[in-house]
């Protein structure tokens, strides 16, 4: 499953080290007393009542002797269980109607959570079992739409969600990843309706009397419990094949248009990825399914991915924005997590780093390597920080949802680029082949991997295994490159600097002389390493770890401002041009700054010059400014983008704020380039809010310009915003919107100036969304309660009961600091950043103080005074 990506991982290192800072208990997989086979439902689903109700037919066999079975079913109204004869297999699910009951009936005990049913069997006989049951809207795992009077656009559709261990709230399963089965699904709905499952659709009839269709699926290959899918809704569908396989996309009613520029290119990663993983594509179809309000980027049901709607968007949003890495993480997947599966979270690094890294290899694949390192800089900038305090595999975790952060998708997928340059190629490859070969339809746990990498490439990785995957943190690099012209020597010292021990890596240098290029490797064993050579020349260029991201690292390279003018220039890879645009940036010296502007202005790569533009943010002079002026005429979105976001860095500023304001007249071509100008403008402007409103009713992909402008409005510090915020909480408006006006509402219903009444509709609005929202939806109700700290005490019963029995593991945590906070009487954050911004004013006065103080110390000295 790929989580919406900066804010979510932001949200889960959060949540992870608040989790790690008490004592978390030692997981492991739950025994096995039985092996669930096969699992078929038998459902009649009404999506207006919100229920689902009929059967689930379960065929296990007892792996020891059993006294009772005990299944996971949250809030089932079970009525029945009866032991019956196994179904045929390609039947569906047993012929027999809702309510009925065949066969024995079975005593068991439903607590409301556990389902347990007495039944006696010996190791190694089998059974089958029938559990008549309903489900009433569910607080979890299976979400259902429909039109309201405050929001009449919003389709009927049911879909579930199973990661890690919610579909549970409504089948009854084993809902842990060690225990894979074979599924069945019997869907009666009314016509008109299209019902997805996993596997073949066997057939489909319709029953005229009443007014009913029943969709038979039959998913032979076993797989997890999360995995299983169920959608129901009305779609327009694309339909195609590859390689004698169905594949079908299904999207929302008059966006087929826009299905072609999401998964047109589907049938090139199936080539790709069967390719490098030994195994061609593994299940009977593939599916892609948008649905309403999906709350991931995508979730990866075997043969059937469901996906938000995000996903799909028009040519205009397709300037900046690709859905191709998310077809192709979600894609990736039925491989990695569905064929292989983790066999306890503690290992979930092997489902989402796999799918990461693969994404990553269909850029390298579609867009170049260029391309390709670019998003492994991505990579290590999200993966690092969050895996500060916590390992890859990491076996002690509150709940599954806390393990899926950015050390399980970019730090595991920086792991994996690191296996592949240390062993090379062939053996990397052959490695993940075998891998992939001899452990599908497993569960698969860490050393799995290391055992058929070692076993494929002759290496010990026990020690690569574990600096990288079993200990928390990163090395921290000082790096200096050292001449000694007397003696015609040169010298690499490398100091590790984080605590704790030494980590082991190859630390290669490329050094040019002229025309001659010198490549070094060094093995480093130590906190700190003098490598030294004969060397008679100085060197014209100087770059270490030249192949990208061999070490996963924080490195500060110290060298001359030559060395990284001449790596800004030649550095044959892009991404020795952005690190060497990032250290020019810091530098902010006349020839570091015409460096940056030429960069900017000639770069034949995008993602160079929109970092030169970054680092030219950071310049404060004229020629900086002229320099970004001049990048809002590029032809790359991506680079105007980052022009504006750097000119908005500079503060007020008459040239600027003129700029900015023709633009957002004329409009851009780029939604995301108006979205960053709305904030920017902000910032450069004396008075930007008229300018700012104008952009409340702009239309645009994902809503980034709304989304901006609401932001930004509450960053003005106006309390008579309120009620323009609250209107922008109603459930009339996209969930992106409603949540950024929640946001909003924190931070300007805590001003000085907003009387009671408006901070009174503030915190209803709030409370509403946090009783009625979706997930997203309910943290960022609860993150505008946060904000407004003890004015929000109205709010304090609805932020208890969500601390108490909200489904999800994590907004309970956030609802229970946000409870305390109320209880504890915290300052709104609005006066505490107020507070923290005068205390950064004055710093910063005293600073420009002391500099003058400096130079007239110099001066005078200079002069003999």
Known sequence: MLRAPARALALSLVLALACHAQDVPLRAPPDRPFDVRRIALDLAVDLEARTIEGAATIDLAALRDLRALRLDAVDHEVSAVTRVAAPARGAGAAAVAPGATPGDALPFVNDGRTLTIDLALARGEAATVRIAYRVRDPKDGLYFFGPTPDAPKVPWQVWSQGEPQTNRYWFPCVDHPDERQATAMTVRVKQGLTVISNGVLLGKDDDAATKTSTWRYEQEREHVAYLVTLVVGTFDVVRDEWRGKPLAWYVPPGRKADADRSFGRTKEMLDLFSERTGVEYPWPKYEQVVVEQFEAGGMENTGATTLNERTLHDERAHLDYSSEGLVAHELAHQWYGDLLTCRDWSHIWLNESFATYFANLWTEHARGQDEYDLELLGNAAGGIPSGKHRPILDRRYADPGSMFDGRAYPKGACVLHMLRRQLGEDAFWRGVQLYTRRHQDRGVETHHLREALEEASGANLERFFFDWVERPGNPVLDVRLERDAERGLLALKVTQTQPGEAYHFPAEVLLRFGDREVRRTFDVREKVERFVWPEAAAPTFFRFDPREAVILAEATVHMGRDLWLAQLASDPTASGRVRAARALGEDRSPPARDALARALAEDPFWGVRAEAARALGGVGDEAARGALLAGLTQESSKVRRACVEALGRRGRDAKV?????????????????????????????????????????????????????????????????????????????????????????????????????????????????????????????????????ARGAEALGDVEACAARDSQPGIRRQAREVADRIRAGAPPEQELSRLREEVRRLLEARDRLEERVERLEASQKKEGR
């Open 657 to 789: 704020a003129a700029a900015l304001d023709a633009l957002l007249e004329r409009g851009d071509p780029s939604y995301y380039v108006e979205a960053e100008a709305v904030r920017a403008y902000a910032r450069a402007a004396l008075e930007p809010r008229a300018r700012v409103e104008a952009q409340l009713g702009k239309a645009s992909h994902n809503e980034v310009v709304r989304i901006a402008a609401l932001e930004t409005l509450a960053s003005l510090g106006d309390p008579s915003l309120v009620a323009a915020l609250v209107e922008a909480t109603a459930p009339r408006n996209d969930y992106g919107v409603r949540q950024a006006a929640a946001r909003a509402l924190g931070s300007v219903a805590c001003l000085p100036g907003c009387g009671d009444g408006e901070r009174l509709s503030a915190v209803e609005a709030l409370r509403t969304l946090l009783r009625g929202g979706n997930k997203r939806g309910r943290r960022a109700a609860l993150d505008g309660l946060r904000a407004l700290g």
